[in-house]
């Protein structure tokens, strides 16, 4: 009779465990994206690493692929230098060459765009990156590192290079919180409905 009992007990207990689904824990449900969405390209120019920060962030929620857009000639280690270099590029409305090239832009469908807030707006190899492809019928997502000065007039700025992408509400945060930004990275993420 124990025997029966047992066999009865195990065979109980395998049911339960093979009829339950795994449980998806709610981490891995909440970092998931969203289904519909096919391929994410994460683009972002970082002078100091802040903007890189939350690339990296978002880049490990989402997955896709990370592009770090460089220009061929590096910008002046010096603040006060590349400040002023910043300023005479965006007077002259100023394209620098970019290093690399991202393979196929047409496969990807959401294309998050990060950038520090340069004078106002995006630096120049942003400008170059943005008028570079056809981002025509893309998503387009952007993020800003700033000082400050939060978005100002970059996103207007972007809207006027990819007039037929569609933009969502885009993410800022001042460049000194970016390594505690995780949260927050989150809560966009989810609003912009890339993650549940
Ligand atoms: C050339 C230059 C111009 C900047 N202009 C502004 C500005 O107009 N407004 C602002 O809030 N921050 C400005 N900043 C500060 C950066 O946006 C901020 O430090 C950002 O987090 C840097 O990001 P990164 O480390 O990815 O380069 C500027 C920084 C540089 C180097």
Redesign the pocket.
């Known amino acids: 009779m124990k025997k029966i009992n047992s066999a009865l007990l195990i065979t109980t207990a395998l049911l339960v465990f093979i009829s339950v689904p795994a449980k998806i824990n709610f981490a891995e449900e909440e970092t998931m994206p969203i289904s519909g969405i096919k391929k994410i390209l994460i683009a972002y120019?970082?002078?100091?690493?802040?903007?890189?920060e939350i690339a990296n962030q978002i880049h490990k929620i989402v997955g896709g692929d990370i592009f770090e857009i460089q220009t061929v000639t590096p910008y002046p280690k010096n603040?006060d230098a590349?400040?002023k270099?910043?300023k005479q590029e965006l007077a002259s409305d100023y394209k620098p060459a970019l290093k690399t090239k991202v393979g196929n832009i047409k496969s990807y469908d959401v294309i998050f765009i990060g950038?520090?807030?340069?004078?106002?707006t995006i630096?120049a190899p942003v400008k170059t990156f943005l008028s570079e492809y056809d981002f025509s019928g893309k998503t387009i997502a952007p993020f800003?590192?700033?000082?400050?000065?939060?978005l100002?007039r970059s996103v207007t700025d972007i809207s006027k290079l990819c007039p037929k992408s569609t933009l969502l509400d885009s993410f800022a945060i001042?460049?000194s919180d970016?390594k505690t930004a995780q949260s927050e990275v989150s809560e966009w993420l989810r609003r912009i409905k890339i993650t549940k």
Do not use: D, I, L, M
């Not at 120019?45 to 890189?52: K, W």
């Not at 950038?115 to 106002?120: D, H, I, K, T, V």
């Not at 800003?144 to 939060?150: A, L, V």
């Open positions: 120019f970082s002078y100091s690493g802040n903007t890189r603040y590349v400040v270099q910043a950038y520090p807030n340069w004078c106002s630096p800003c590192t700033h000082g400050g000065g939060s100002a001042p460049g970016v």
